[in-house]
DNA sequence: TGTACTTGTCCTAATTTGGTCAAAAATAAT
DNA sequence: ATTATTTTTGACCAAATTAGGACAAGTACA
């Protein structure tokens, strides 16, 4: 589940068109039309307002996006699986090393 | 391990001081320390450079590169692990989807 | 045809990259 | 205890990249 596709779930099950969601956000429908589709990164800020639209936890709104930001760094790049590891690795020990 | 301790140990080994090791890669001392320390990302390019020096497989080197990158866009972020996880199954499916 | 969605081109502003240089701090040598 | 060497740090900078869009034209489809 990518954050586009979270999107246009919100969207579909509230009934909205692109347009009208577009339109909430300040934005013009084809950048949501983007977004939807994992080519254009939303902002942040703009999270909070799903949210709150679609009553939904921001916090799966926000990991989500975040993720999109690590797959768009990794989607090409022959290391991808281990750089991961190797990034968790590196977030473990700070976690364990501050705890 | 990250790439800026693998430098260093692999400088360390061969008997470098980091003016010497920053010469060879035509880049300043002060700038090589903060690539060491992690605190800076070292070019791409460079990565040949060291391998081919130190003799050591560029593709360690390389995962150590994105796995830095990678690190230092969830290093402060409350869902890094979750979102770390959710990229890895968006690249698991891609990797599924193209097999 | 009309409505909804997608895609390509283009743009500005913000951020990141890839450094330099000098000063400060730490370490080693005398 | 000084001095010399090595490393770290802070401030700054230009160049490259990404963010965050707009807009028009193209597609899909009922």
């Given at each position: 589940?990518?954050?586009?596709q979270?999107?246009?779930?919100l969207?579909e099950?509230?009934?909205?068109?692109?347009?009208?969601?577009?339109?909430?956000?300040?934005?013009?429908?084809?950048?949501?039309s983007?977004?939807?589709?994992d080519?254009?990164p939303l902002k942040r800020?703009?999270?909070?307002?799903?949210?709150?639209?679609f009553?939904?936890?921001?916090?799966e709104?926000?990991?989500l996006?975040?993720?999109?930001?690590?797959?768009?760094?990794?989607?090409?790049?022959e290391?991808?699986?281990?750089?991961?590891?190797?990034?968790?690795?590196q977030?473990?020990?700070?976690?364990?090393?501050?705890?």
């Amino acid at each position: 589940m990518t954050l586009g596709q979270k999107i246009r779930e919100l969207r579909e099950n509230a009934g909205l068109k692109q347009r009208e969601l577009a339109y909430q956000l300040g934005i013009g429908e084809g950048f949501l039309s983007k977004v939807e589709n994992d080519q254009k990164p939303l902002k942040r800020d703009d999270l909070s307002k799903l949210s709150k639209l679609f009553k939904t936890p921001i916090d799966e709104l926000d990991s989500l996006w975040l993720a999109n930001k690590v797959y768009s760094i990794v989607r090409d790049e022959e290391s991808a699986l281990t750089a991961l590891k190797v990034a968790e690795e590196q977030l473990k020990y700070k976690n364990f090393k501050n705890a």
